[in-house]
Nanobody
Framework: QVQLVESGGGLVQNGGSLNLSCVASGRTISNYYMGWFRQAPGEERKFVGGIRWSSESTTDSVNHRFIISRDNANNKIYLQMPRLNPEDTAVYYC????????????????WGQGTQVTVSS
């Protein structure tokens, strides 16, 4: 079992930035592909980006301005979000899968509880 806890969300003005963190416990995440997803009200959960153990990261084409990193030694991953706009408002989740990579929520076995990001206009 892997437990994931996100933090760093909050309210920010249009154009501002936030840095999210996700800490894992229970098992080391070095064997897992870690993903960030977000879900806005009334919408499906969508892939934001992911990162392999090797720190090779992938971000969704809409979110190339976001930067994902990981600290395997401390079981953490991060999501840097610069230049936020109101369309980025959502609950952000980190997730873990043993697959080599994925963008599909159902392929991730472990999820955090999410952290709210609200961008005011």
């Amino acid at each position: 079992q892997v437990q994931l806890v996100e933090s760093g969300g909050g309210l920010v003005q249009n154009g501002g930035s936030l840095n999210l963190s996700c800490v894992a416990s229970g098992r080391t995440i070095s064997n897992y592909y870690m993903g960030w997803f977000r879900q806005a009200p009334g919408e499906e959960r969508k892939f934001v980006g992911g990162i392999r153990w090797s720190s090779e990261s992938t971000t969704d084409s809409v979110n190339h301005r976001f930067i994902i990193s990981r600290d395997n030694a401390n079981n953490k991953i991060y999501l840097q979000m610069p230049r936020l706009n109101p369309e980025d408002t959502a609950v952000y989740y980190c997730a873990a899968t043993l697959r080599a990579a994925s963008k599909t929520p159902r392929e991730f076995a472990y999820w955090g509880q999410g952290t709210q990001v609200t961008v005011s206009s």
